[in-house]
């Protein structure tokens, strides 16, 4: 009994251990090998942009971003090369058109389509919470979820993960 | 000074982050959106609920609560729905499943576990 309790102390202790190594802010995504959800809004142009727009498209990236998070202006210039390879689409959460004009031009638009998220729902219907996210979605399943600033190093990732088969 | 704390208790057990325009005119809407909040935890702040964050993602999820009530749909729905999106760390009380069966039964098989022992020795 004396020692069945001191494996349980172990145990317990190897838990709590790896309990540590973990950040208690990322939330997993629960989309994951999902279909992406359905959508209707309106995008950047003024057309519809929908779930059928990133279906039927092998691998695309799907980009939560606002004009006003600077994150993701830490994370533009990985979306720009990402763009060479794959399609990048982007959703805008609670933006308005007069200020991510002037911040594309700055930057530079690495996005196909620009939806337009301007109350926040749709971001709650993808699970996010918190700019910037990313999704990879390969023929409208969701393969991967990126919470936060895509850096540097997390391109490889990207890359393996978006190399057409 | 003993009545300043008094008050202050009251007030600072009343404060909840719900922001006027937020508040539904229907109060049984209102008293059921309220009942819902209290079970979903803010995703971005440790370990408060929606209705007492002030965060940008509790304060959507309030109002999604809401929009979807005001459609006419039943709390299982509502849950079922952020459910589905956030997953087992939205809700306070995960539900029960094989592989969350530990978090639940852990602590129950510790007291019998315990208590036996306890009982043995004397």
Same mark, same amino acid.
């Given at each position: 009994m004396k020692y069945f309790l001191l494996c349980v102390f172990f145990f317990c202790i190897y838990i709590l251990y790896e309990g540590l190594q973990k950040d208690p802010n990322l939330v997993p995504s629960n989309l994951i090998s999902k279909e992406i959800p359905e959508f209707s809004i309106e995008s950047l142009q003024g057309k519809n942009f929908t779930n059928v727009d990133l279906e039927n498209k092998g691998v695309v990236i799907l980009n939560f971003f606002a004009s006003w998070c600077p994150p993701c202006k830490i994370e533009h210039p990985q979306l720009l090369q990402l763009s060479k390879i794959i399609p990048v689409f982007g959703i805008a959460k609670k933006n308005k058109k007069k200020d991510l004009l002037p911040w594309l031009e700055e930057l530079g638009s690495p996005y196909e389509v620009i939806g337009m998220d301007h109350n926040g729902l749709q971001s709650i219907n993808w699970g %996010?919470? #918190?700019?910037?996210e990313t999704f990879i979605i390969q023929d409208g399943l969701v393969k991967y979820r990126h919470v936060g600033p895509i850096l540097e190093r997390d391109l490889e990732i990207f890359r393996n993960l978006t190399r057409k088969e | 000074m003993i009545i300043f704390i008094f008050f202050m208790n009251i007030i600072l057990s009343e404060a909840i982050a719900i922001e006027p325009n937020e508040i539904l005119k229907n109060k049984e809407l209102e008293a059921q959106a309220r009942a819902i909040g209290k079970e979903l935890r803010c995703l971005v702040c440790q370990n408060e609920d929606i209705q007492n964050s002030n965060a940008d993602i509790a304060k959507d999820l309030r109002k999604i609560v809401r929009i979807k009530l005001e459609k006419g749909e039943s709390k299982e729905e509502i849950m079922d729905f952020i459910h589905s999106k956030y #997953?087992?760390? %939205?809700?306070f009380s995960p539900p029960l499943r094989l592989d969350t069966a530990g978090l639940w039964l852990l602590p129950i098989s510790f007291f019998i576990l315990l208590t036996f022992y306890f009982f043995r020795k004397r």
């Open positions: %996010v919470y #918190g700019l910037p | #997953g087992d760390f %939205v809700l």
